[in-house]
């Protein structure tokens, strides 16, 4: 059982590149979520979803597009990375946005 | 949407004391308020959650507080030990019949043990 399961650790992008941060769980959970972690500003939701098909935008979509096209797997796509995505992004699951979310281990992101 | 705010940013208490974190939130439909405890390079974890339906829990050295009148909600750690030191961050959740339940984070606390 390895809950959730974030790759990569980390990633140094060229300004305007694409990417695709990946995430995905064995907990048979609904509801997913990414968030981004900066100094002094906590977690901050980006995108969430509440079950296969479906996503929703949170607090700071842009720049960041999703899809959720089975249960396990939510990946999370930035189109054209600009510095200001430098961050600290982490993907969670629980069973729902009210009950404990689990979060993985993170993907430290630089943007040149 | 929903606001939460957390105070303070930094907290240092001698090894033994207690230590108390605030947070406020803006939307009265909120209904979960989680705390989570993340450790240097590590990710959040889960330590004591509480609903709207109760003014308070405890779970060994740790207590949350919840004031729905006054939308704040404390979390109290007793006889704190080095392994207290870590960043801890409040949440406010709200729940609704559309699926549509998003977490709100506080901006965290950066509690320091000193021995």
């Known amino acids: 059982n390895a809950g959730v399961t974030q790759t990569p650790k980390f990633q140094v992008l060229k300004t305007g590149q694409s990417m695709t941060l990946q995430c995905a769980q064995d907990?048979?959970?609904?509801?997913m979520s990414w968030y981004r972690q900066d100094p002094g500003m906590g977690l901050r939701l980006i995108h969430y979803?509440?079950?296969?098909?479906?996503?929703d935008q949170g607090e700071v979509p842009n720049g960041y597009n999703v899809s959720r096209s089975t249960t396990e797997d939510f990946p999370l796509r930035l189109l054209s990375a600009a510095p200001s995505q430098t961050s600290v992004y982490f993907c969670?699951?629980?069973?729902?946005?009210?009950?404990?979310?689990?979060f993985g281990q993170g993907t430290r992101l630089t943007v040149v | 949407g929903e606001n939460v705010e957390q105070h303070p940013s930094t907290l240092s208490v001698q090894e033994g004391d207690s230590a108390v974190i605030k947070c406020t939130y803006s939307?009265?439909?909120?209904?979960?308020f989680p705390w989570y405890k993340q450790e240097l390079g590590k990710r959040p974890q889960l330590i004591i959650d509480?609903?709207?339906?109760?003014g308070e829990k405890k779970d060994q050295r740790i207590a949350v507080t919840l004031n729905k009148t006054a939308k704040h909600f404390s979390l109290h750690i007793t006889e704190t030990q080095p392994e207290d030191s870590a960043v801890y961050f409040c949440?406010?959740?709200?729940?609704?019949?559309?699926?549509?339940?998003?977490?709100?984070f506080g901006t965290g606390t950066r509690l320091t043990i000193i021995p």
């Open positions: 907990m048979n959970h609904e509801y």
């Open positions: 969670a699951s629980s069973y729902s946005g009210t009950t404990e979310a689990f």
């Open positions: 939307d009265s439909a909120s209904n979960y």
């Open positions: 949440a406010a959740g709200t729940a609704s019949n559309f699926g549509n339940e998003k977490l709100t």
């Open positions: 509480i609903r709207s339906n109760v």
């Open positions: 979803s509440v079950g296969a098909g479906i996503t």
